[in-house]
């Protein structure tokens, strides 16, 4: 019995006991930060349209001068009319 309580109670395991409890805690967070706090990082289907029609209106302007709108209008009712 008295070997048991010499080595049990020795520095070493003293040592040994403390990077055991360390290493219990960096378990658990490690554990905790995978299946607990990860929910918040969903992964969302990406719409391609959405993101390119996005990106298109950070580079481009709208057009404020109406003989230029009218332009635009009369040339997408002739694209129009000669798609049909």
Request: charged share 30%.
């Amino acid at each position: 019995m008295r070997v048991l309580d010499s080595i049990f109670n020795s520095t070493g395991m003293y040592f040994l006991y403390i990077v055991l409890v360390f290493g219990a805690i960096v378990l658990v967070v490690i554990l905790l930060k995978k299946y607990v706090f990860n929910k918040n990082k969903t992964k969302d289907e990406i719409d391609e349209q959405k993101a390119a029609d996005e990106t298109l209106s950070r580079y481009l302007e709208d057009i404020n001068d109406p003989q230029a709108q009218k332009e635009f209008d009369e040339f997408n009712e002739k694209q129009n009319k000669e798609g049909k």
